[in-house]
């Protein structure tokens, strides 16, 4: 018995990363992406980070007149992450990504620019104890 099933007893149910990626929870990014991105450990995005950053349709890019697809908005999330991570020791980073949202008219010439989204990037042990990348937005679970 370890010091933690002592304290807390024997873990009951545990939601690995597998189970999360199979549920939807998590998105896995495209492995030849991820190596395009300079980055040596498999990523995955929450569904809201995904769903803020990446997800991309016709639709969007008729409703917003954006020409955008979802490999390079993943393609500019997986370069951001690696950017944030460079330097850093502890395995947290924020990574600052600059997106067209979804469900909104994209207007080039505003004084605004394209909006800053904010993601938190966490270097973590996978199912089997290697390295992986997950990348959520700012204060979620």
Known sequence: M??????????????????????GDLVEAKAELVRDARLHHPVAL???????????????????GAIQDED?????????????????RGGEAVATVHRIPR?????????????????AVTVETDDEGRPCITVSQIGED
Do not use: K, Q
Request: hydrophobic content about 45%; overall charge negative; charged content about 30%.
């Open 2 to 23: 370890n010091e933690m099933e002592a304290i807390f007893g024997p873990v009951i149910h545990a939601h690995t990363r597998a189970d999360a990626i199979e549920a």
């Open 103 to 119: 469900g909104e008219r994209f207007d080039e010439d505003s004084e605004d620019g394209v909006p800053a989204v904010y993601l």
């Open 46 to 64: 929450t569904r809201a980070a995904w769903l803020d950053c990446v997800a991309w349709t016709d639709a969007d890019t008729e409703e917003t």
């Open 72 to 88: 390079g908005r993943l393609f500019d999330v997986l370069t951001m992450t690696r950017v944030a991570l460079i330097g850093v």
